[in-house]
């Protein structure tokens, strides 16, 4: 519905409709963002009960209901061209220079727009430029990079629902996940699935019986079902072997080309001696065989596993029952969907010992930044819930906008106020690296800043992050004793574990945060775990491992240590 609205918005400020018009559909979506509440299928009398909801969005909730569309999106989308909205979700256009594209040059589609760059047509546009055409072109190759591609969290419930059923319907077989997925990367393009039976017939005609499942006959053979699931076109392998093979094959199967190239305590390479391992039972036993240590699916890209388990005597990874905590969660203070005591009741009730909430700085208006006084009727509800709740703790954050100038949204007093400040940047990432490193490392040492969020930015298939200087971050966040996060949420999920095994390096505490933006994004926390054990994460170096009492003793010695402490 909210998605409904804001498509409806856009459509009209690309057909150059009235502002009020767009507002008008734009402020009805706001609106529901912050309500929070499932409003579909609702009454008249029961949407007029709902506390803030505005009476015109009532009446587009109402059509919703009953016709199950908007007219006046329906009419907007008959009249707009497929690749003309298409070009609505690409970085460096939005609607109105869209309907320049579209009105003066007539491109209709993503092909035409890119031979257009590549003629040097869009840069010639008033209002575009070289700088604008390059970017829509690195758009442009970024979207055709990650067709056919999902979030690790959007395919991993088909896949674990799969394998359910399969268990469900053969108690007695052997099977698991491979692949990408169960290394968790954070972007997959199939589900892979390894089964161990003798009966491959029977349960090849099971899978050709499911609605879910859409087999591709061309691609398939007699160890092998391909196909897709048909919601979303998910691609999915389910490859077949002998029982006394399995575990073989689950190695073959899961591991990257790099690792399964590692070389094992003979010399030999991992892939290559597991023909000569007889019918192990396990695979810590082909491991074992090989001559090397166990490995960890979500580490076996051929990167970190040997040094991992060498030099640190194959220690856990973090595991979610380590989290004692939730840092960076939004309120309805600024764009959350729950108010600040729902958040930290739904978090204590999980069983987390505490919440750190940070709302959104005064310059993103967007996301309604908190004004000072804002922030102080927020810090008085804090102190209210905190005696309410004991022990269970809410610390007063701020989601702090890094400036164009790598300035801290509010002054030194504001700041001061807080129990902890994470940095973090939203606009301005058209940067080179140089500038966007010299940006955040500013950020960085800053006496308040005490976490940094979301490093570059990206949102995964769907925007790069701005280039930034890793290795010289991280190295000015060890100086500065500033906490990285991991971001949890399945768009973004960074820092990227690519990076973590050499913020650790260095001394860094991790965080697992959820950026959350209502209750259940806090489950988010899983996807932020499997992130960093794919970079060797374990319990002593992730910050909200820590019990309640040592962060708070933490927090309030940093806090002493600011200038406004001092």
């Excluded at 190759?141 to 979030?151: G, L, N, P, S, V």
């Excluded at 979303?232 to 790099?258: D, M, N, R, W």
Aim: aromatic share 8%.
């Amino acid at each position: 519905m909210i998605a409904l609205l804001k498509d409806t918005a856009k459509l009209l400020e690309l057909h150059g409709a009235n502002p009020f018009q767009v507002r008008h559909y734009t402020k009805a979506a706001v609106g529901l963002e912050k309500i929070g509440q499932e409003v579909g299928g609702l009454s008249r009398e029961a949407l007029h009960k709902i506390a803030g909801l505005q009476p015109s969005t009532g009446k587009f909730i109402q059509e919703i209901n009953t016709t199950g569309t908007l007219q006046r999106w329906e009419e907007l989308t008959a009249t707009t061209p497929q690749g003309v909205r298409e070009m609505l979700a690409l970085r460096g256009l939005g609607p109105k220079k869209v309907r320049v594209i579209w009105s003066t040059l007539g491109i209709e589609s993503l092909p035409e727009l890119l031979r257009a760059c590549e003629e040097g047509r869009i840069a010639q546009l008033p209002g575009f430029g070289q700088k604008t055409q390059e970017t829509i072109q690195a758009s442009l190759a970024f979207r055709e990079k990650q067709a056919d591609k999902f979030h690790y969290a959007s395919a991993l419930p088909y896949a674990t629902d799969l394998e359910k059923q399969l268990r469900q319907a053969f108690p007695a077989l052997l099977i698991s996940l491979t692949g990408a997925l169960r290394r968790k990367m954070e972007v997959v393009e199939r589900v892979e699935v390894l089964i161990g039976t003798e009966q491959v017939h029977t349960v090849f005609h099971w899978l050709d019986q499911q609605s879910m499942l859409q087999k591709e006959d061309k691609l398939s053979g007699p160890f092998a079902w391909r196909g897709q699931f048909v919601e979303h076109a998910l691609k999915l392998t389910v490859l077949f072997c002998k029982p006394k093979e399995f575990y073989k094959q689950l190695i073959l199967q899961t591991g990257s080309k790099a690792h399964l190239a590692l070389f094992g305590g003979e010399g030999k390479q991992l892939g290559a001696v597991l023909d000569s391992i007889m019918e192990p039972l396990s695979e810590a036993e082909v491991y074992e065989q090989a001559k090397l240590p166990y490995i960890p699916p979500e580490l076996r890209e051929g990167q970190i596993e040997l040094t991992w388990a060498r030099e640190k005597g194959n220690p856990r990874l973090l595991e979610m029952k380590d989290l004692r905590g939730v840092f960076h969660s939004h309120t309805t203070y600024s764009d959350g969907k729950h108010s600040l005591a729902e958040m930290a009741r739904y978090c204590r009730d999980l069983g987390y010992e505490y919440i750190g909430i940070t709302d959104h700085s005064q310059r993103a208006v967007y996301a309604g930044g908190l004004t000072p006084a804002a922030i102080q009727q927020q810090h008085e509800e804090i102190d209210h819930l905190n005696k309410e709740l004991a022990p269970f703790k809410i610390f007063k954050g701020i989601e702090s906008d890094v400036l164009a100038d790598g300035d801290l949204d509010y002054s030194d007093e504001v700041l001061a106020r807080f129990d902890f400040v994470i940095s973090s940047v939203h606009t301005g990432m058209n940067m080179d690296q140089k500038k966007a490193t010299e940006r955040i490392i500013k950020a960085i040492r800053n006496p308040y800043t005490t976490m940094l969020a979301h490093l570059t930015n990206r949102l995964l298939l769907k925007r790069e992050g701005f280039p930034v200087d890793y290795r010289a971050v991280i190295d000015a966040c060890a100086d500065q004793g500033v906490v990285i996060e991991i971001n949890a949420n399945p768009w973004r999920l960074e820092l990227d574990w690519r990076w973590v095994a050499y913020a650790l390096s260095k001394k860094v505490w991790i965080s697992v945060n959820p950026d959350a933006h209502d209750k259940e994004s806090i489950q988010n926390m899983y996807y932020g775990v499997c992130v960093g054990r794919k970079g060797g994460l374990t319990q002593p170096n992730t910050f909200n491992a820590l019990p309640r009492q040592e962060v708070t003793t933490y927090l309030q010695r940093r806090k002493v240590k600011s200038p406004r402490g001092a």
